[in-house]
């Protein structure tokens, strides 16, 4: 590949699977049992927010270090897999530019390593202030009863993440460094949900090389200029050291 000044990796549930969490479009409609309309958008919240919190609670609780779990949680434990850790590897050895999207709300790219990482769709391990929009670090369940630090109130303390009908977070700083990039790769996502799957398209608008890495095609394999399809545990190491090799050296 010719050299390449600045990258902007996509990911999606794909590449958390095989660390164990399940992808949201599997063949029953379901995630982790639940409809997502139940759990995932903001009237959910209103109608239940009891459900939403028992919810995003057991997203959170393997997620944990093993310090702060009980057993139950400890045999459940969540680790990164090769492919977060190839792009971890990437980010500390190429010589340029690098930003890491996800789509993710776990926090396996942050424990494989990556640094430069934004979060579009929030993080689990967050919470937010529902009247003064102040985010908090969540290492523990939410109960619903829970007073909020910053307001004092009950029930105003949410999961901090982009519900179904919500605004992605740092679509601006996405849109810079997409526009200013001269190679897109995409990981572990269907290509299902908006913006996050027009982001292959502004890449293209900016003259970037654009790569889909994915277990099938996605919805919107047809705008990539390349594909390389396989479980991403598997693919990502290698993709990522024959680009190391092809780049001079940092
Ligand atoms: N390696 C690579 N790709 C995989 C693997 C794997 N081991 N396992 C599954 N995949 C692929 C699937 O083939 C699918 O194309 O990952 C993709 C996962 O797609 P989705 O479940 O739709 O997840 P994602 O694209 O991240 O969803 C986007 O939708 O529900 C919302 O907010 C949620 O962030 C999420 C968004």
Redesign the pocket.
């Known amino acids: 590949m010719n050299s390449v000044k600045s990258i902007v990796v996509l990911?999606?549930?794909?590449?958390s699977?095989?660390s164990g969490i399940k992808?949201?479009?599997?063949d029953d409609g379901l995630?982790e049992n639940h409809r997502?309309e139940d759990v995932?958008t903001p009237e959910a919240f209103e109608r239940d927010p009891w459900l939403v919190q028992k919810f995003y609670n057991e997203r959170r609780r393997p997620l944990l270090s093993s310090s702060s779990l009980d057993q139950k949680s400890l045999e459940q434990e969540i680790r990164p897999n090769p492919?977060h850790k190839a792009l971890a590897k990437l980010e500390a050895e190429f010589d340029g530019d690098f930003l890491l999207v996800t789509?993710?709300?776990d926090n396996l790219h942050e424990q494989g390593g990556s640094q430069n990482i934004l979060h579009m769709?929030g993080e689990v391990l967050k919470m937010r202030c529902k009247s003064t929009e102040n985010v908090f670090d969540c290492f523990n369940d939410i109960q619903v009863a829970d007073l909020c630090d910053c307001c004092g109130e009950a029930n105003n303390l949410r999961p901090h993440i982009?519900w179904?009908g919500e605004m992605p977070l740092y679509m601006d700083e996405i849109a810079l460094a997409i526009s200013n990039c001269d190679l897109f790769v995409s990981?572990?996502?269907?290509?299902?949900?908006y913006p996050?799957a027009g982001f292959v398209q502004m890449a293209n608008q900016a003259g970037a090389q654009t790569i889909e890495?994915?277990?099938?095609e996605?919805l919107v394999a047809s705008n990539f200029d390349q594909a390389v399809y396989?479980?991403?545990?598997e693919?990502l190491p290698i993709w990522v050291d024959d680009f190391l090799l092809s780049q001079p050296k940092k």
């Open positions: 990911t999606g549930a794909g590449i699977a095989e992808t949201f479009r599997a995630w997502v995932a492919a789509q993710n709300i769709h982009v179904f990981i572990g996502t269907s290509g299902n949900v996050a890495i994915n277990l099938e996605s396989g479980k991403a545990g693919v």
